[in-house]
C-alpha cells in the first residue's frame, strides 16, 4: 500500500532543538523537543511526551546566528510511538498555523546557508 504525498512544500532535514508549550494554557511549563525536518507549512519533531491530536503548540526554534529564535504556533495533525531506542519516545507533526513572513525568511536563509544543492532544488520544486 503506498501513501499519497500531501505536502505543499518540500521538507528541509533539520536537527535542532525547540522549545514548546501547549497554547491557551496559563502557567504551562515549556518543554523541549527535536526538530526533525521544517518546511514553511508545517514541521516533524521528537519528543518525550504525548501529545493529542489538535493540540495548538506556541514554539520558539533557535537558529545559530541569530538575536532571535523564529516564533510559530502550530497544530499537531498526527502523532506515533517510536520503537528507537536511541531517540524520544514520540514523534509528531505540526501544521503551522501562524508564522510570521520575517521568521520564514530567517528559516530560508538559513537553509540556503546550510543546505546541499540538492535540498535546495528540492525545496522550490513544484513552486510557481
Given at each position: 500500500?503506498?501513501?499519497?504525498?500531501?505536502?505543499?512544500?518540500?521538507?528541509?532535514?533539520?536537527?535542532?532543538?525547540?522549545?514548546?508549550?501547549?497554547?491557551?494554557?496559563?502557567?504551562?511549563?515549556?518543554?523541549?523537543?527535536?526538530?526533525?525536518?521544517?518546511?514553511?507549512?508545517?514541521?516533524?519533531?521528537?519528543?518525550?511526551?504525548?501529545?493529542?491530536?489538535?493540540?495548538?503548540?506556541?514554539?520558539?526554534?533557535?537558529?545559530?546566528?541569530?538575536?532571535?529564535?523564529?516564533?510559530?504556533?502550530?497544530?499537531?495533525?498526527?502523532?506515533?510511538?517510536?520503537?528507537?531506542?536511541?531517540?524520544?519516545?514520540?514523534?509528531?507533526?505540526?501544521?503551522?498555523?501562524?508564522?510570521?513572513?520575517?521568521?520564514?525568511?530567517?528559516?530560508?536563509?538559513?537553509?540556503?546557508?546550510?543546505?546541499?544543492?540538492?535540498?535546495?532544488?528540492?525545496?522550490?520544486?513544484?513552486?510557481k
Amino acid at each position: 500500500m503506498r501513501i499519497e504525498e500531501n505536502r505543499k512544500f518540500a521538507r528541509w532535514n533539520i536537527s535542532r532543538p525547540v522549545r514548546f508549550s501547549l497554547a491557551g494554557k496559563d502557567n504551562e511549563e515549556e518543554k523541549m523537543a527535536l526538530l526533525k525536518d521544517i518546511s514553511f507549512a508545517g514541521a516533524r519533531m521528537s519528543l518525550f511526551e504525548s501529545l493529542r491530536l489538535n493540540d495548538k503548540l506556541d514554539m520558539f526554534l533557535e537558529i545559530p546566528d541569530e538575536e532571535h529564535a523564529i516564533h510559530c504556533e502550530g497544530k499537531v495533525v498526527w502523532q506515533k510511538s517510536l520503537e528507537d531506542m536511541n531517540s524520544p519516545p514520540f514523534a509528531c507533526g505540526l501544521s503551522f498555523t501562524r508564522i510570521k513572513d520575517q521568521d520564514k525568511e530567517k528559516m530560508f536563509k538559513y537553509m540556503s546557508q546550510n543546505a546541499t544543492d540538492e535540498v535546495k532544488k528540492k525545496w522550490w520544486e513544484g513552486v510557481k
